[in-house]
């Protein structure tokens, strides 16, 4: 696996290495010691999938507070998908900013989201599938959100959303803690 580095610390866009033979490849997704060699959290306790029927479907920006926190990785297993991870750790040099991947199912790319990013994507193709992978399992009372539009953010997002969940669309404007 290959971790590609990005402006904030701790998400990284995780590339497979295919090794090839007469019947296709084979490929590591996932390795506790490499993610720890990294100084991510490797645990994986939790797998998700989210099926988005339509273009312009938008999900998120989610992550769960204490003491639920967790790492995400996320891919795309079919179609392709604009990712996004904000870096809402008061102490980080980066706090506010964001950054994103494209995440399609022909490259098999990944981004790790680390404890105390948000984390949300938009479809760019009708009929997304995309798996989640976390460091700890989903507590309803812990889950929370900031807006995908919020100007603190300001993020570029490629097309317009054109199908988005009540909840998501409603947060309230970011406040810092």
Same mark, same amino acid.
């Given at each position: ?43 994986? !306790?939790?797998?998700?999938? @989210? ?7 938008? &999900? +998120? ?6 003491? /639920? ?60 599938? !995309?798996?989640?992978?976390? @460091? ?7 889950? &929370? +959100? ?6 603190? /953010? ?24």
């Amino acid at each position: 696996m290959n971790f590609c580095a990005t402006k904030l610390a701790g998400v990284y866009e995780i590339r497979i290495e295919p090794e090839p033979d007469e019947r296709g490849f084979f490929a590591r997704t996932w390795c506790q010691k490499e993610f720890e060699n990294h100084g991510l959290n490797p645990r994986l !306790v939790q797998c998700s999938i @989210s099926f988005n029927t339509r273009k312009g479907t938008l &999900r +998120g920006m989610h992550y769960q507070a204490a003491p /639920f926190q967790e790492t995400k990785v996320v891919r795309c297993t079919r179609g392709a998908i604009f990712d996004v991870a904000i870096d809402l750790r008061p102490q980080s040099r980066t706090f506010k900013s964001w950054v994103s991947a494209v995440l399609t199912a022909e490259d098999r790319n990944m981004l790790c989201i680390p404890e105390g990013c948000a984390h949300g994507f938009l479809t760019l193709e009708d009929g997304c599938e !995309v798996l989640y992978e976390m @460091s700890e399992v989903f507590d309803a009372n812990s889950a &929370r +959100g900031v807006r995908w539009d919020d100007p603190t /953010f300001q993020i570029a997002w490629p097309a317009k959303v054109e199908v988005i969940a009540e909840r998501d669309r409603t947060y309230r404007d970011f406040v810092e803690p």
